[in-house]
């Protein structure tokens, strides 16, 4: 059974919302920190950690901001330790990201990769825009 209030984002619409706070993917990561968990595994956090430490985002956000970004999210996300490993993906290592969500029994996807987004939905698991996701927890609540 799927948890309506956990949530996976790919890391791609992760580092969006850190470098662009106001775009639709920081909109929807923020939403989901408020009415949920975003869910993590070790390999998606160590991938996220990775690209953040990038030089190219610093006319953007400051490599400290980035860090204190991280350190948030850790004390806000569940981590969570795959248990299945899952060959769906035209792109492979999309598939962490399904991993992450089948094991978390996560709701939602949040993507803007459509690798991930024709798969909509995956097992139980709804993949979203982040703009859809908006949409879908603003529905939830005003009901």
């Known amino acids: 059974m799927r948890d309506r209030n956990r949530f996976v984002f790919d890391t791609n619409t992760i580092v969006s919302a850190v470098l662009f706070e106001h775009s639709k993917p920081g909109q929807a990561f923020r939403r989901a920190l408020q009415v949920g968990k975003v869910m993590l595994s070790p390999t998606t956090l160590e991938e996220?950690?990775?690209v953040l430490e990038r030089?190219?985002?610093d006319s953007y956000v400051t490599p400290l901001?980035?860090?204190e970004f991280l350190e948030g999210l850790l004390?806000?996300?569940?981590?969570?330790?795959?248990?299945e490993t899952i060959r769906e993906c035209?792109?492979?290592?999309?598939d962490k990201i399904l991993e992450l969500a089948v094991t978390a029994h996560a709701s939602h996807i949040v993507t803007g990769d459509s690798d991930l987004l024709v798969l909509h939905p995956f097992r139980e698991t709804k993949i979203v825009?982040?703009?859809?996701?908006?949409?879908?927890?603003?529905?939830?609540t005003s009901e």
């Open 48 to 50: 996220l950690t990775e």
């Open 55 to 57: 030089d190219k985002f």
């Open 65 to 67: 901001e980035r860090e």
């Open 75 to 83: 004390d806000r996300a569940m981590i969570v330790e795959p248990s």
């Open 90 to 94: 035209r792109d492979p290592k999309d």
């Open 129 to 140: 825009t982040p703009e859809e996701f908006l949409k879908a927890t603003l529905e939830d």
